[in-house]
Each structure stands twice: as structure tokens, then as C-alpha cells.
T-cell receptor
Framework: GAGVSQSPRYKVAKRGQDVALRCDPI?????LFWYQQALGQGPEFLTY????????KSGLPSDRFFAERPEGSVSTLKIQRTQQEDSAVYLC????????????????FGEGSWLTVV | AQKVTQAQTEISVVEKEDVTLDCVYE???????LFWYKQPPSGELVFLIR??????QNEISGRYSWNFQKSTSSFNFTITASQVVDSAVYFC????????????????FGTGTRLTIIP
């Protein structure tokens, strides 16, 4: 499809297990974002890529969280030794330009990966 | 630090009524961008509008309209003649896009307003 694609859509992990969440942004989009959305809350910023460069990882909650985008397209968010507090929806988003000041630089979101840690 | 407040947690209206969703924001930047997104049960955030801080003109798109008032730091969203398909969670968001942040348009979201349209 033409939108942002995320997989898996649903993941149940046992506490302590490592998980990897994949994001396929819209083709040609320079900027890629990861957000975490807890139940009943708004999304919260995790990290930002401009092509393959991770320019902002200030929102990653701990060093158990790691994100990469090695070829500037597909991105993976990895969570090591998952904890129950990691249960959330992880949203990926992309935009065509790298500058917010470009008029009409819309940010498109995927449907999210719903992670439950038991 | 920037902040977005959506004081209305849940709203229910009968179909065909008009409804306004409130959004109040805080920022120290003079250049910023405001957004509304719709989140249906599927989970995807659907883009509705983006407005920059220099454009205070109100906007209308079909049954949707937005009222941006810098003086009160508000960016309210009105749906006229509501329909059942409008039922969703609506998020207001803010980005500060100064030259110092490498074009990182990271969004600060409010906590959302769950809108239920009763048939």
C-alpha cells in the first residue's frame, strides 16, 4: 500500500524477552519517527531519523530501547529484556521532507504495533 | 517546555449535532505548528490539519472547521452535523520547529478527546 506499514500488528512477549518492531515508511520519505502510546494517553516521542542518521533519541525511556534505520528506509525498534511497563502501542510515522518549515510537510502515521508484555 | 491540554476527556453527542473539541497549548517559540489527528479504533492516526503560527485565518474543510486564536493559545476543532463515522479519539498536537533541531518535527500530543456520536 501507499501508507506507513508496521509489523507485527500485535505482539505478546514474556517479561524478559527481546522484541523487534518493523516500520516501512512511505517510499522516499526522509524523516522517520517512533512514538509510544500507552493506553488512554497521547503518543509520546521516542526517536527521530533523517535518512539513516538518528538525530534525536531523547525520548527513548531506557538503554533497553534501540532503533536503527541502516539504509534510510525501513526502520526497526528493538526492546531488550521487556518489562510490563513497556506494554503500549508503538507508532511509526514518516514525512517527505526533513524540515518542518516546508509548507505542507505532513506527517503520516502507521497503524502501530500493539505490544503486550506478560 | 511545550504542552498541549485537551480538557475534554470524553464527549457524546447525538448525530447531526455540532460539537467543538478544545485544545490549549503552551510554547516559548514564536514559530510553531499545530495539528489535529483522528484515531479510529484501528489505531492509525489520520492527519486532519496542520497550521503554522503565522497563519491565524480560520479554516473550513467540509463539515470540519478550525478556530486558531493566538491570544488565548487555543486551536479548537468543530464538527458540524456530526455523523456516526466521526466517532473516534481526536488528538491535538504541537511541534516547535526551530532551526536548532535539525528539522525534527517531533510532536507533543494532548491526551485526546474520545468523541462518540450517538445514532
Amino acid at each position: 500500500g501507499a501508507g506507513v506499514s508496521q509489523s507485527p500488528r500485535y505482539k505478546v512477549a514474556k517479561r524478559g524477552q527481546d522484541v523487534a518492531l518493523r516500520c516501512d515508511p512511505i517510499s522516499g520519505h526522509v524523516s522517520l519517527f517512533w512514538y509510544q502510546q500507552a493506553l488512554g494517553q497521547g503518543p509520546e516521542f521516542l526517536t527521530y531519523f533523517q535518512n539513516e542518521a538518528q538525530l534525536d533519541k531523547s525520548g527513548l525511556p531506557s538503554d533497553r530501547f534501540f532503533a536503527e534505520r541502516p539504509e534510510g528506509s525501513v526502520s526497526t525498534l528493538k526492546i531488550q529484556r521487556t518489562q510490563q511497563e513497556d506494554s503500549a502501542v508503538y507508532l511509526c510515522a514518516s514525512s517527505l521532507f526533513s524540515s518542518a518549515q516546508v509548507s505542507g510537510n505532513t506527517i503520516y502515521f502507521g497503524e502501530g504495533s500493539w505490544l503486550t508484555v506478560v | 517546555a511545550q504542552k498541549v491540554t485537551q480538557a475534554q476527556t470524553e464527549i457524546s453527542v447525538v448525530e447531526k449535532e455540532d460539537v467543538t473539541l478544545d485544545c490549549v497549548y503552551e510554547t516559548r517559540d514564536t514559530t510553531y505548528y499545530l495539528f489535529w489527528y483522528k484515531q479510529p479504533p484501528s489505531g492509525e492516526l489520520v492527519f486532519l490539519i496542520r497550521r503554522n503560527s503565522f497563519d491565524e485565518q480560520n479554516e473550513i474543510s467540509g463539515r470540519y472547521s478550525w478556530n486558531f486564536q493566538k491570544s488565548t493559545s487555543s486551536f479548537n476543532f468543530t464538527i458540524t452535523a456530526s455523523q456516526v463515522v466521526d466517532s473516534a479519539v481526536y488528538f491535538c498536537a504541537l511541534s516547535e520547529a526551530g532551526l536548532s533541531n535539525f528539522g525534527n518535527e517531533k510532536l507533543t500530543f494532548g491526551t485526546g478527546t474520545r468523541l462518540t456520536i450517538i445514532p
